[in-house]
């Protein structure tokens, strides 16, 4: 699932391939490969359009998710190059969390009015790790995914955050089993490419990454009707072609099962302690021409968020560029992916957002066209996780009464 290596010899001129977008039309993937190598002119184009398709769809305002990051186990069976969250069996870091440590992490979330558990964990670490599987027994299981569904039943009934599940790959079971106590889930594509499993690329010796292979458990979950969310990770050794490439795959999915509420543009940054900590990072010009590309693919309905956290003194750019989201944001955890990285203040986000024209408003995990049951959304929200909501939301499906700002 390689793209091809040149943008073909005839391409539309930008200015075209955004009149079609705005028009409604679904544009191909040359359309893609010349909206991903726009230079800065044909950008500020690009960028126009990609606002205004978004602002058709979600007017003027911005969302985020009030979240507790919960890192079940940073054991894993992959060795991703960018990756600093897994840990090896020997590194004094290595953790797999307990019931009480993680009810102790929602219950600071809810006081802080956290709405959302965010379950991010290793792929699978007991394939490879005896005292996973030892830890596990301890806990009265055998894989790490029926753990997972335990401590999503424990703090969904506990403390009412509506967890949302980054497990990895999945089979059938396992996704109906967390269907019905969590409010979405998720796992990056990231980059359809098979290129970057070839030794000394970024998913060489992980299994866990085969283009194929993620897709079909996102493919597994749109006919589970489990709300979903995805995205691409840009600057890991990708082309610009691929990620283009990477975007029409999970446009293909969403309109065969409208379960994708969201896509991700997120900027891969260095690590200290990662095996590419000597790689280029990507420019925040690399970012907005990516997140415009993505809103013109994927058109003004999809819910699109880039990290404001990973782009600390340049974020408010990217809601010229179309983004209608900023993602997870937690007045109680780090994010554990990029600790490194601290999140925004809320208020100076909202100033972010209102200098640019917009209203920043906090939402639930799962995103309020699935709550409404929209056409295309109907039966994604089991009965437990809609009962939680439905006393909170206002008549846009947001958080009704947002509690007070707070500083980290």
Not at 19 to 37: K, M, N, P
Not at 165 to 175: F, S
Not at 377 to 394: K, L
């Amino acid at each position: 699932m390689t793209a091809p290596s040149a943008i073909p010899a005839t391409t539309a001129p930008i200015e075209e391939i955004a009149e079609r977008a705005l028009g409604g039309e679904s544009l191909t993937a040359a359309d893609g490969y010349a909206l991903i190598h726009a230079d800065a002119t044909d950008l500020t184009r690009m960028m126009a359009a990609a606002s205004e398709l978004r602002d058709r769809h979600h007017g003027r305002t911005i969302t985020y998710s009030r979240k507790v990051f919960i890192p079940l186990t940073n054991l894993c069976r992959q060795k991703c190059g960018y990756c600093t969250f897994a840990r090896g069996p020997r590194d004094e870091m290595a953790h797999t969390m307990s019931p009480d440590e993680v009810l102790a992490v929602a219950r600071a979330g809810k006081r802080q009015g956290c709405k959302e558990a965010l379950f991010s964990l290793g792929e699978r670490p007991e394939e490879t790790y005896d005292f996973v599987r030892d830890d596990l027994a301890r806990f009265g299981h055998k894989t790490t995914s029926s753990y997972v569904r335990e401590m999503a039943e424990l703090v969904l009934r506990e403390t009412g955050l509506q967890p949302h599940i980054n497990q990895g790959l999945m089979e059938r079971d396992q996704i109906v089993s967390l269907r019905e106590v969590s409010a979405s889930m998720g796992m990056m594509l990231e980059v359809v490419s098979m290129r970057l499993h070839e030794k000394g690329g970024a998913h060489w010796n992980c299994p866990g990454k085969i283009p194929e292979d993620r897709l079909r458990t996102m493919r597994i979950a749109g006919e589970e009707k489990v709300a979903w969310t995805t995205g691409i990770l840009i600057g890991i050794g990708e082309t610009r072609e691929e990620r283009v490439d990477s975007l029409l795959a999970i446009r293909d999915l969403h309109e065969e099962y409208g379960n994708i509420q969201e896509v991700i543009v997120q900027n891969f940054r260095v690590k200290d302690d990662i095996a590419m900590r000597h790689k280029d990072e990507p420019s925040v010009f690399e970012m907005m021409r990516t997140i415009a590309t993505a809103r013109m693919l994927l058109g003004g309905e999809m819910n699109i968020q880039a990290p404001p956290n990973l782009t600390p003194d340049a974020h408010g750019m990217y809601l010229l560029a179309g983004i209608n989201d900023w993602g997870g944001i937690s007045p109680v955890t780090k994010d554990h992916i990029n600790p490194e990285r601290p999140w925004p203040n809320i208020l100076d986000l909202r100033e972010t957002c209102a200098d640019a024209g917009f209203t920043l408003r906090e939402r639930f995990g799962i995103y309020p066209e699935y709550m409404r049951e929209d056409p295309g959304y109907e039966g994604f929200v089991p009965t437990r996780i809609r009962e939680t909501i439905e006393s909170m939301t206002d008549k846009e499906g947001l958080v009704s009464k947002e509690a007070e700002a707070w500083t980290l």
